[in-house]
């Protein structure tokens, strides 16, 4: 047995089923090594990563920079809490203010930790303007995480009885459905809490109707426009956030996944409407802003937020939806940027797909029973994108026939 | 007692004529101030009836003048609201943009130098050159945009997408699946300057 090698597929597994909570459904390899958008898994078989941790590696696996910048940083300082000042929290809160919004940054530790922030923001700022009970809307299939504010936003989810009762003050319309959303915003509505693509629910984009219903609504009802760019953001979609490319410019952002290049960080980030709604006492976070994590994400924005590696993202985004789009079997292409989902023919089982596709060599994810979801990381090439779609046509030919 | 043993004597004729004028003169003045009242009432029902009909008219002009007013406090808060977002994605371009480089000259991509100095921001309005939109047909239910509310809507979402690093060609093709503008020119020249 090696050192890469580990202790091998079938003990972990074992391991695995005794003692952790069976939360997840995993697939069956056991990865030891990534490099780029490249994984090796306890044999030594490499694959081509098109789903990046779920965007979050997005620089791909150990890329220099950011390993650089966790090394150095937690051999330095690894934690002090929020009680003292750091300089990567400020100069990262400064690059996050500056580079969107221009408000205010709280950080937490996750994605689902930044929306609860974002929640907490809407219900005190809808107080303030003498709402009693503060109303929160989602959009159908939108996804915000699983703590019981970001999954009282989480139709989907909420309805698990089991898991009951939910926050109250949340309701939700169909996506896309404009009208519905205006008829949900009223007197009491705190915030519309949305994502512009929906990201689990197969990478679902939102019209540019329902953005302006949405931001017109929130103007009429002196709510806040939320937009949840924990998957979407960072450069996913070929800007560093994806609102740029809509008409419509949010009062709060939320992100996570890709800002810390693989360590665990989230934000959610005003503008100025919102900057100054909490105050001390209001919220907090034992780790949240650690030095070490703050470095990881500066040195993240330092590489991501650069209009060369944007662009690179667009054409590549468009490269790999044409040959996508090309494929037998491939019904439909939706997504922008490198967030894409692919619709799959009706007699093809998405799950069988990507299991297959993940014994041929190419991670990607199965969100929905017939949608593949792909989010490469930002830095492949052109010899990466034509391998993925040669091996997703093989797979899916292998699987009609 | 002279005067009550005697009959009295018959009137003259001139004093008796001069009464019945005086009768006829009496009748007509009150035969006119009848006249006068009829029509000093008359005048009155006619005045209260304008009057009411006037307030109705008033109260109808002020409903529709209300209505006007709501519309207009709209209307101006999402030009207000729309505006803001204008401005703020303007400062975020001149943020982005940093001193010295409005002219796209840069060739250093990092904010940070060696030294932890902050640098200048690249230009995020250099040209690149245009990506291809995606050869995939639009998802049927993602309807394009339309309607004057949304004119604010396509200038901020080509400011946006400039300030992004956006190409024109990436605008304009954004513009036109999006808000099925034809003629992107207008909107796009405002931001990035007439196309060479």
Redesign the interface.
Known sequence: MNASAGIGLDEVRSLEERYLMRTYKRGAVDFVRGEGPLLWDADGKEYLDFLSGISVCSLGHCHPAVVAAVTEQSARLMHVSNLFYTEPMARLAQRLSESSLGGRVFFANSGTEANECAIKVARKHAHGRGIAAPEIVSFESDFHGRSYGALSATPALARNEALGPMLPGFRSVPRNDAEALRAAVGPNTAAVLIEPIQGEAGVQPISDEALLAARQACDEAGALLIFDEIQTGIGRTGSLWAYEQTPVRPDVITSAKALGGGFPIGACVTGPEAADVLEPGDHGSTFAAGPVATSAALAVLEIVDDPELLRGVRELGAELSAGLTALDGVAEVRGRGLMIGVGLAPELDAAAVGADLLQRGLVVNVPAPSTLRLLPPLVVDSSHVERAVGLVGESLLGLAT | MRGKDRPEPPKPLATSTAERLAAIVEAAERAAVKVIDDAEEEARDRLEQAEAEAEQLIAGRLAELDELTDSLI?QA??VR?QSE?LI??L??AR??LGPGREHGLDSE????DRQGQEAPR???L?A??P???????A?T??????GE??AA??R??AT??A?????RE?IEA?LRN??EIEDTAAIVDAILGPEE
Not at chain 2, 109 to 112: E, G, I, L
């Open positions: 709209s808060s999402t609201a977002q703020a994605s400062e975020e943020r982005r991509p990092n904010r940070y690249p230009s995020h250099t690149v050159d990506v291809a939109e995606p050869a995939t047909p998802p239910e993602l309807r394009p945009a339309t509310a949304t809507g396509a901020l979402l946006q997408m300030v992004s690093g956006s190409s990436e954004r999006g808000f």
